[in-house]
C-alpha cells in the first residue's frame, strides 16, 4: 500500500486470484486488529479474502467458517518462544539505548537526526506482543541499529535483529516471515514452487533469498539489499513502486488469476 491506500482496481485483481481459487495472503509485523483496520480502510476484508493472515511475522489466522481461525498451536509456541527472549531483548535494547545510541549520535551520524528520535515499544507491549521493538526517525539510523545489535548478539541465544524501513525488532531466529510461511505452505499442502513471495523492507528477506525456494519478487521501491536477493535467486524485479508494482506483477503472470498461484 502507498500511504495507507491501495489503488481500487488493484485490489479488485486480487480479488479475482482468490475467486480463481487460488490464495493470497497478507504477512505484515502488524498485529491482527491493526492489519484487519488496515484491509478494512481499503475495502480488502470479507468473506475469505485475503484467503489468510500473518501478523507480528509469527502468528498464522486462516479463513474457516466466517472468520479467521488462528493455527493455534503454532502461534502459542511461536508467542512463548520470542516471549522467554524478553529477559536478553531488554538488557540489550538498553545497552543500545544508554551506550551506543549517544555515542553514534555525536560521533557516526550527527548529521542524521534519525537517532535523537529514538523510541522503544512500551514494556506492556512487549509483553503482549512477545518482543522488543525500536523506532529510529531515519532508515539510514534504523540500518546502523540493526548493524550494531547484530554484531552484539549473545552467542548462546537465538535472537536476531530485523529491520522493517525505520523499525527494529529483536526476535527469535526461528521465526520470521520465510519460516512462518513455510509452515503455512505446509499446513495447506503446497509445494514451495506454488507460493509467490512480494516484498520491499528487510524483513521480507526470509521469503525472498531462496531459503525456502519461493518464487520471489520485489516492488519497485523495494530495499536495495532486497532487490540484491531478488536478483540472486532469479526472481521478478518489479519497476512499479507498492501496489503500481502488484498491478505489474499481476499484468505479468497474464491478468488471470489461473496465471497466479500465489502472492504473499
Known amino acids: 500500500m502507498k500511504q495507507g491506500r491501495l489503488d481500487a482496481a488493484v485490489?479488485?485483481?486480487?480479488?479475482?486470484?482468490?475467486?480463481?481459487?487460488?490464495?493470497?495472503?497478507?504477512i505484515t509485523g502488524r498485529p491482527l486488529e491493526s492489519i484487519r483496520n488496515a484491509l478494512a480502510a481499503n475495502q480488502?476484508?470479507?468473506?475469505?479474502?485475503?484467503?489468510?493472515?500473518?501478523?507480528e511475522e509469527r502468528d498464522i489466522y486462516i479463513w474457516d467458517d466466517g472468520d479467521y481461525q488462528p493455527l493455534l498451536e503454532h502461534n502459542q509456541a511461536a508467542t512463548a518462544a520470542e516471549s522467554a527472549l524478553l529477559s536478553v531483548t531488554r538488557p540489550l535494547a538498553a545497552t543500545l539505548r544508554d551506550a551506543w545510541l549517544p555515542y553514534a549520535a555525536a560521533k557516526l551520524l550527527r548529521d542524521d537526526a534519525g537517532l535523537k528520535e529514538f523510541e522503544q515499544s512500551q514494556p506492556a507491549v512487549e509483553e503482549q506482543?512477545?518482543?522488543v521493538e525500536l523506532r529510529f526517525g531515519s532508515v539510514t539510523a534504523a540500518r546502523a541499529a540493526q548493524s550494531w545489535l547484530l554484531s552484539h548478539l549473545p552467542d548462546n541465544e537465538p535472537i536476531t535483529a530485523v529491520r522493517n524501513n525505520r523499525l527494529v525488532s529483536l526476535r527469535h531466529t526461528a521465526f520470521g516471515k520465510g519460516a512462518v510461511l513455510d509452515v503455512l505452505r505446509k499446513h495447506l499442502g503446497l509445494r514451495s514452487t506454488e507460493v509467490m513471495a512480494v516484498g520491499d523492507s528487510g524483513n521480507d528477506l526470509t521469503m525472498l533469498n531462496g531459503s525456502y525456494g519461493f518464487h520471489a519478487a520485489a516492488v519497485g521501491n523495494a530495499d536495495a539489499e532486497v532487490k540484491a536477493a531478488v536478483i540472486a535467486h532469479n526472481g521478478t524485479l518489479l519497476k512499479g513502486e507498492a501496489y503500481e508494482g502488484i498491478r505489474e506483477?499481476?499484468?505479468?503472470?497474464?491478468?488471470?488469476?489461473?496465471?497466479?498461484q500465489r502472492i504473499g
Do not use: H, I, K, N
Request: proline share 5%.
Open 11 to 26: 485490489g479488485a485483481m486480487l480479488r479475482q486470484v482468490v475467486d480463481g481459487y487460488r490464495m493470497f495472503v497478507v
Open 129 to 131: 506482543r512477545g518482543y
Open 249 to 260: 506483477l499481476l499484468e505479468l503472470c497474464g491478468w488471470t488469476p489461473d496465471a497466479v
Open 44 to 55: 480488502l476484508l470479507g468473506d475469505g479474502f485475503p484467503s489468510a493472515l500473518v501478523c
